[in-house]
């Protein structure tokens, strides 16, 4: 036995020493993979301000590289399309305005849309009508699409234009304010037509708006196109190409950015925009700057549109004519604060009982929609938004999805981010521009 | 019913009560849970008549050639490019200005790919899918529903393929389109449907250990009275309901 199988021992002042060595350490240690031996799980989410929302992502992580996500969405499902069954056809606007709540006037449109579609009616809609809901949609994109820009450069740690952007949708809220009532979850495109119209001093204050709004998006442009971060965190970083968009059913400025000129308010008109002058804007690269720039290019062109539609607003009713959808009182501001028409109340209750009982009718049963079912899509801020309806001859609706583009869009996630850096996998995910609140309805 | 009250296009037609010696509407059964009234009225509490109404389905009924605008071109395209067309295929309908091509559902898979890969048909994004519980009309209930667009074309067209609640199976549609994932996790959360052959087909809107299918129309909306100044405000599927 010339040496010791036991590990050697030397005494100090504490007590004896051993120093263990030998034996096959060596050879278990050069066994592990240092690779996968360093693999770490983490969560990001859902409570974590990068994610857009109660978004989670389930990061395997080497190193700073990110090798697997699995997004687990669901934390901000309400049962939206649940709750439509058990309302009539009006009361849904309410509901669907808060499923994706950066783009309310797109929720209520498509379902405006959709149900106009199962009635049947979607000739009869009046011009102003169908201007006023294109004028309200092309704010909202707007609006959204400064949402993205001011989250997206607070992720990359662009505080400033956090600030700009939102400053600037405020103004748009306020616009909306005064013209439906509410900054957001406004329920003002109905089945038939909008609630109510436009005041005079809203049409004002988008007038100044469009004054106002180029030389701002040059001030984004100055802060942000230049600068060396923003484009080194946005220039090839999480590529999608069309091919991988189709795929996956990306839609919207990210299918864009990729180069395809996809947008259905050219391909698949609806809101006569076809008779409206614009363009698509779109970038070869399908990576973060290109979203940046077709986003920026789309609120120029929405800019254009709003425009156009502003001057096409001629004088007339903003509600078919059919008595029997259309509401019967243009509600005003009493004075007590809340909407009213006191020259309806005082016919309903002094002079008709006939219009009473329809009133009453028609606010608690709500009008009958022919079986059958649709689907209408249209163009919203981040892609298709799509509202398959369903009626089965009732004053409720039988069913009604919502194809999500928050949703759907989610899925690339995983496409844009493996592989790469974990700080990309924010950049990649705020390019997505998801809404939990569409997402998960 | 007999034959004439069939066709009444979804307008309600009145049934007599089980029971029921007039036909006064007081004596009218609660034609659902949601018959109690707002005010501890029981019976229906409604006076119209409307609470006793009981809503006739009328059956989908193929629509005969010529469709009119394209829906006559991607028949026929489809009908050449998969000769299997008259077993997969079930019926056409083109309503309201859309064509909707009802597969048998064990044949959707293939029926799509065709769809996409056909050079007549190029139909390259399936935009949604999604399911229809048609509680009460037939023994294959749950309805499941592809949008499929062309962008090629600019055609859109509807895929419905219908599977019962006992054998809730049908190939999942993710080989050919890798969107329908989440869509065909949601249709199963929320339906029930299996799609076989999915990668992962777990719930995805509901938390994992849910039990039932929320969007089934068996399945209660659920909630709790509320009080409001002293009243107190069933929850919406408790409430009065006009059908």
């Keep these: 036995m010339t040496t010791s199988n036991y590990a050697t021992e030397r005494e100090t002042t504490e007590g004896k020493v051993f120093t263990v060595t030998g034996g096959d350490w060596d050879e278990v240690v050069s066994g592990t993979d240092p690779i996968n031996d360093e693999r770490i799980v983490v969560n990001m989410g859902p409570q974590h301000p990068s994610t857009h929302g109660v978004l989670r992502l389930v990061l395997e992580l080497e190193g700073e590289t990110v090798r697997e996500v699995r997004s687990v969405v669901g934390y901000l499902h309400t049962g939206i399309e649940k709750n439509l069954e058990y309302r009539n056809w009006v009361q849904g606007s309410t509901f669907v305005t808060r499923m994706d709540y950066l783009a309310p006037i797109f929720n209520e449109t498509a379902y405006a849309l959709a149900v106009e579609k199962l009635l049947g009616i979607t000739d009869d809609i009046t011009e102003r009508a169908t201007t006023i809901r294109v004028l309200m949609m092309e704010l909202n994109r707007i609006s959204s699409h400064l949402v993205w820009l001011a989250t997206t450069g607070m992720e990359l740690g662009a505080i400033s234009i956090m600030l700009y952007g939102f400053r600037e949708r405020e103004y748009i809220l306020d616009i909306f304010e005064s013209i439906t009532g509410l900054r957001m979850n406004h329920a003002y495109v109905r089945p038939g037509g909008v609630a109510q119209d436009v005041p005079d001093d809203a049409i004002v204050k988008i007038r100044k708006f469009l004054a106002m709004m180029p030389k701002r998006l040059k001030e984004y442009e100055d802060l942000l196109s230049g600068q060396p971060i923003w484009v080194e965190r946005t220039r090839n970083v999480a590529v999608l190409d069309v091919t991988a968009c189709l795929a996956l059913g990306v839609t919207g400025p990210v299918l864009r950015s990729a180069g395809l000129a996809w947008d259905l308010r050219k391909t698949m008109p609806y809101c006569g925009y076809e008779t409206y002058e614009f363009d698509v804007p779109t970038h070869p690269d399908g990576d973060v700057w290109g979203r940046y720039q077709v986003r920026l290019a789309e609120i120029r062109e929405s800019l254009k549109l709003v425009e156009q539609a502003l001057d096409r607003l001629k004088p007339g009713p903003v509600m078919v004519s059919d008595k029997k959808i259309a509401w019967p009182a243009q509600l005003a501001i009493g004075v007590d604060g809340m909407g009213n028409s006191l020259e309806h109340v005082a016919k309903i209750m002094g002079q008709s009982m006939e219009s009473l009982i329809h009133h009453f009718k028609l606010v608690t049963e709500g009008f009958r929609v022919p079986p059958g079912q649709v689907y209408v899509g249209i163009e919203a801020p981040r892609g298709e938004l799509g509202v398959h309806a369903v009626s089965d001859g009732g004053t409720r609706p039988y069913r009604v999805h919502y194809r999500e583009p928050s949703f759907v869009n989610l899925q690339a996630l995983p496409a844009m981010a493996e592989g790469g850096l974990i700080a990309d996998v924010i950049a990649g995910g705020a390019s997505l521009d998801p809404v939990m609140g569409g997402c998960d309805r | ?243």
């Design chain 2, 1 to 243: 019913m007999t034959e004439g009250n069939q066709n009444t296009g979804g307008v309600p037609v009145p049934v007599n009560p089980a029971g029921a010696s007039t036909g006064a509407p007081a004596e009218y059964p609660p034609a659902s849970p949601a018959g109690r009234g707002m005010f501890g009225i029981h019976g229906t509490g409604d006076v119209s008549g409307f609470g006793g109404l009981v809503r006739q389905r009328k059956p989908i009924e193929e629509t005969s050639r010529p469709y009119g605008g394209y829906f006559d071109e991607v028949r026929d395209a489809l009908e050449e490019a998969y000769p299997e067309f008259g077993d997969a295929i079930e019926k056409v309908v083109v309503d309201r200005g859309e064509l909707t091509i009802h597969v048998r559902p064990e044949r959707i898979a293939e029926v799509c790919q065709v769809m996409r890969d056909d050079m007549a048909l190029r139909f390259e994004l399936c935009s949604s899918v999604s399911g229809v519980d048609y509680l009460g009309a037939d023994e294959r209930r749950l309805h499941v529903v592809y949008q499929l667009t062309s962008m090629t074309y600019r055609r859109q067209v509807r895929l419905e393929a219908a599977v019962s609640v006992e054998n809730p199976h049908l190939p999942s549609v993710t080989a050919v389109y890798p969107t329908a994932d989440w869509q065909e996790r949601e249709a199963y959360d929320m339906f029930g449907v299996v799609f076989d052959g999915h990668p992962a087909l777990t719930r995805i809107l509901m938390p994992d250990d849910w039990e039932g299918h929320p969007q089934r129309k068996d399945y209660p909306l659920g909630g709790v009275p509320v009080e409001y100044k002293g009243a107190e405000i069933p929850p919406p599927d408790r409430r009065r309901s006009y059908q």
